[in-house]
């Protein structure tokens, strides 16, 4: 299968390309030609399959003529090495666990499957590839440990200088080995703009070879698809309307999902939950897209004012505001409110839920009250686990959260990063002297 640019439908590239570059020369993001649709009979026999099994009929659906079978089973074998369960919380709300992983949130699905990609298309090359990656919390400790070690692959995490949590920034820095992580004196989406000018720099590509491990790459991405499928093979009743809120930044997530959509998963529809940094919720209220500078909230992760996949929704739907909106409720929350929807979901549902998930269950509760559909699959995605938000949890619950044993071990590590200004010689500078 081709892939083209979201600028340029024209230009268009392999499966191996798209991935090793990441993104387009002329800044899009990539997108495959055609988006295969399962046949009726996947979806009611799916429940007898397990996440695994799962993985490998979606990622063969959409990859099966750019991997071989073999090689293809060996990437999930080795991705997919934990569960993400759907746990139910009420008659019609349920929470997806997508935390179980090494990093112990939701992008140890796609960064594995990338690293591990990425590995098998570049086995055979003698060249180094430079992975970059701008993360607001948990995308840069995915992918370092994704590609922790992987021979021939260097990883640079730019994370934006207080603004991650002390434990998510003590996972991004203590790695070492072929995982550096560089704090940018600026915000996520100051850490996004150097990512994409790296990659549009003529001259700094002649001289090294950048890819990308963020929800721009497509091997990033696709993966995210998985855990939609398992969530609908779990739901109890299928009779019923499904409905998924997402906890929204940068929509790679939701992207995902829009995309399982499109190959025929049965979700009535996708909620995009955002906090204060909400200018996809005023396109879906407006119409009218316009980013603005992103601000600091309790949900750090979701703290762009510049979400990277808008475009690969605007493609997705053939920039037709309506038929997206069709397909997207959105509503926006404030810290206040999200401390109240983590004691309300504690007091009421016994469950401890971390501030994206809370942003996700508030805006799950608002779209049941305004359609007044009390009667469905209500599935709200928990993107991590909530002691990586320990202090914000402890302030809202009285209660100290337990820390898992592989998150607590990188809390006794030395923090190592490398300081640098959000100007982009800055950036440029240290990945020509690094190579």
Do not use: W
């Amino acid at each position: 299968m081709k892939y083209y640019s979201t600028k340029n439908k024209n230009f268009k590239v392999s499966f191996r390309d798209a991935v090793l570059k990441g993104i387009a020369p002329d800044g899009g993001l990539f997108m495959p030609e055609e988006i295969p649709e399962f046949e009726e009979n996947f979806f009611k026999n799916i429940s007898d399959l397990s996440l695994k099994e799962i993985a490998f009929l979606v990622s063969k659906k959409i990859f099966g003529s750019d991997i071989e079978t073999i090689e293809l089973k060996n990437i999930i074998d080795s991705s997919i090495t934990f569960d993400a369960p759907l746990v139910n919380i009420s008659d019609n709300i349920n929470i997806l666990e997508l935390f179980h992983g090494p990093t112990l949130a939701f992008k140890d699905f796609g960064a594995r499957f990338m690293a591990n990609t990425v590995a098998c298309l570049n086995r055979d090359e003698e060249k180094e590839i430079n992975i970059l990656v701008a993360t607001s919390g948990d995308t840069g400790s995915a992918v370092a440990n994704g590609f922790f070690k992987v021979d021939g692959i260097n990883v640079v995490l730019l994370y934006p200088s207080k603004k991650v949590s002390k434990i998510q920034e003590q996972q991004l820095t203590t790695l070492g080995e072929n995982i550096t992580a560089l704090e940018v004196q600026g915000t996520f989406d100051d850490c996004q703009s150097l990512v994409k000018k790296a990659f549009a720099d003529n001259e700094l590509n002649s001289k090294i070879t950048l890819s990308s491990a963020n929800s721009i790459n497509i091997a990033r991405l696709l993966p995210q698809s998985f855990y939609y499928f398992n969530a609908y093979a779990r739901v109890k009743d299928k009779n019923l309307p499904t409905v998924i809120s997402v906890p929204s930044g940068n929509f790679g997530n939701l992207t995902a999902g829009l995309i399982a959509k499109r190959m025929g998963l049965p979700v009535q529809k996708f909620i995009a939950a955002t906090n204060s940094n909400d200018v996809f919720t005023k396109y879906i209220d407006t119409s009218v897209f316009e980013t603005k500078p992103s601000v600091k909230t309790l949900s750090n992760a979701m703290d762009v004012g510049n979400p990277s996949n808008f475009e690969r929704i605007l493609d997705l739907y053939n920039h037709n505001h309506q038929k997206i909106k069709d397909d997207i409720f959105s509503k926006s929350f404030s810290d206040e409110e999200t401390v109240g929807a983590i004691k309300k979901v504690h007091s009421k549902y016994k469950y401890v839920i971390d501030p994206h998930g809370a942003v996700g269950f508030l805006a799950l509760e608002n779209f049941i009250s305004e359609t007044k559909n009390k009667n469905g699959n209500g599935i709200v995605v928990e993107t991590a686990h909530h002691s990586k938000f320990a202090d914000i949890v402890e302030n809202a619950l009285n209660i100290k959260p337990d820390v898992p044993e592989r998150l607590a071990k990188c809390l006794s590590k030395e923090k190592r990063s490398i300081e640098i200004s959000k100007e982009y010689n800055d950036l440029k500078e240290f990945l020509l002297s690094t190579n």
